[in-house]
């Protein structure tokens, strides 16, 4: 059964950094395609970025610049390091992961099949 947990959220002031990690187990791929989304209350869940299991990333146009993807694949982790934190980045932020049959492009909108629980992350100003 695949499992996503993720940690490392918790409050930070504007301008601030904080450090999402994603553990992720039982599954053998291919190829994969995980991802970081988030989601604020009375907002849509919206895309933050992807990570592909060949390194390519994504990362959207909100937080370009500021946040980064990346991942451990030996301890198949995914982490999410954001920077220069704003208020407007405090939401419930979420890993995700889809498995694939072959080696294939992970795009920013790739569809994801595996969900984490998600974490809080509050950013005062």
């Known amino acids: 059964q695949v499992q996503l947990v993720e940690s490392g959220g918790g409050s930070a002031e504007t301008g601030g950094s904080l450090r999402l990690s994603c553990k992720t187990s039982?599954?053998?791929?291919?190829?994969?395609?995980g991802g970081w989304f988030r989601q604020s209350p009375g907002k849509e869940r919206e895309v933050v970025a992807t990570?592909?299991?060949?390194?390519?990333?994504n990362v959207a146009n909100s937080v370009k610049g500021r946040f980064s993807i990346s991942q451990e694949n030996a301890e198949k982790t995914l982490y999410l390091q954001m920077n220069s934190l704003k208020p407007e980045d405090g939401a419930m932020y979420y890993c995700?992961?889809?498995?694939?049959?072959?080696?294939?492009?992970?795009?920013?909108?790739?569809?994801?099949?595996?969900w984490g629980k998600g974490i809080l992350v509050t950013v005062s100003s």
């Open positions: 995700a992961l889809a498995l694939m049959p072959h080696a294939k492009y992970c795009s920013l909108y790739y569809e994801m099949d595996h």
């Open positions: 039982g599954y053998t791929a291919i190829a994969y395609c």
């Open positions: 990570i592909g299991s060949d390194g390519r990333t």
